[in-house]
Structure formats: C-alpha cells, structure tokens
Nanobody, 124 residues
Framework: VQLQASGGGLVQADGSLKLSCAAS????????VGWFRQAPGKEREFVAG????????FYADSVKGRFTTTRDNAKNTVYLQMNSLKPEDTAIYYC??????????????????WGQGTLVTVSS
C-alpha cells in the first residue's frame, strides 16, 4: 500500500483547507486510515481516523467539530476537511493506513503504512 498526502499550504486563522490521502497498491488490505500531525518541536499526535469502508470516523478532542474526515470510494482517497483553523494547527500532516482493527487506533504504532506528509501553516 502506498499513500500520497497532499493539499497542505498557508492559510489565515479561521480559514479552511482540505487534505487528500490517495491510496494505491493493495488497497483491499486497508481496514483503517488515520491522520496524524507533528508540529515543530512536538511529538506526533493523532488527529482523526476513519474505516476504509467510510464509516466510523473519530477525532481528537482538539479538532472535534472543526475537522471532518471522509472517504471517496471511487478514488481510493480519504479527505480531511479542516475548518476554523487555528495557528496551533500548524504542523506536518500525515496519513497512515493499516490492514487490521487495532485496540488503540489513535497511536501511530497501530499503523503499518505512512504517507510522506504535507505541511499546513496557519497564520494569525
């Protein structure tokens, strides 16, 4: 499975961005896709996740109500719509995927496949 994240950029506070995570290869192996982010000088943190079926989206408390993750079945792509962005959302955003249902899908070690990351910068 290969993952390609895109859509990052520079946006002002309260603005919006939509990230994409395109999957290729053995996509039938994917059970879950997660979004993570890592800000400068900070540890990687979980942002959102969704089953490959498109069901069961779940979010970190810090983004709940502002971010939405969805899947386009026809394009093998998962999206992260980010609204009401804040400067503290500035980070490199990664998508990740795994073939199995994990007990703790909010931790990075639960995911076998990772994309290369896309930078989101939110100016105040």
């Amino acid at each position: 499975v290969q993952l390609q994240a895109s859509g990052g950029g520079l946006v002002q506070a309260d603005g919006s961005l939509k990230l994409s995570c395109a999957a290729s290869g053995l996509t039938f192996n994917i059970y879950i896709v997660g979004w993570f982010r890592q800000a400068p000088g900070k540890e990687r943190e979980f942002v959102a996740g969704i089953r490959w079926s498109g069901e069961g989206a779940f979010y970190a408390d810090s983004v709940k109500g502002r971010f939405t993750t969805t899947r386009d079945n026809a394009k093998n792509t998962v999206y992260l719509q980010m609204n009401s962005l804040k400067p503290e959302d500035t980070a490199i955003y990664y998508c990740a995927a795994d073939p199995f249902s994990r007990v703790h899908p909010t931790i990075g070690s639960a995911y076998a496949y990772w994309g290369q990351g896309t930078l989101v910068t939110v100016s105040s």
